[in-house]
């Protein structure tokens, strides 16, 4: 069973670097079959995509986010990351890493549990 595990910070201050790592357990983040995401929730508000990494490495963002976000792997390790620069307390949300596939449309089929990040000074 694949299971992912975020970690990272839990307060980040305005104008700072947000990084974030996804430990995947039980799957391979090179296998052909699925891509790997992060997926955030502000407080009140519902699931926003950010971008995801593909099994080969090329990756895709969205577009709201592109010029402030990067996620990159570490295939040694099997973890992916998230960079998020320059912060506000807008981007307090639970960040989610998750992994994908698709079968017609895109499917999410195992979450980490989440992890707060809070931007405050």
């Known amino acids: 069973q694949v299971q992912l595990q975020e970690s990272g910070p839990g307060l980040v201050k305005p104008s700072q670097t947000l990084f974030l790592t996804c430990t995947v357990s039980?799957?391979?983040?090179?296998?052909?079959?699925?891509?790997w995401s992060w997926i955030r929730q502000p407080p009140g508000k519902g699931l926003e995509w950010m971008g995801v990494i593909a099994y080969d490495g090329s990756t895709y963002y969205s577009p709201s986010l592109k010029s402030r976000t990067s996620i990159s792997r570490d295939t040694s390790k099997n973890q992916f990351s998230l960079q998020l620069n320059a912060v506000t307390p807008e981007d307090t949300a639970v960040y989610y890493c998750?992994?994908?596939?698709?079968?017609?449309?895109?499917?999410?089929?195992?979450w980490g549990q989440g992890t707060q990040v809070t931007v405050s000074s």
């Open positions: 998750a992994r994908a596939f698709r079968y017609g449309t895109i499917w999410y089929d195992n």
């Open positions: 039980g799957g391979s983040i090179t296998s052909s079959s699925y891509a």
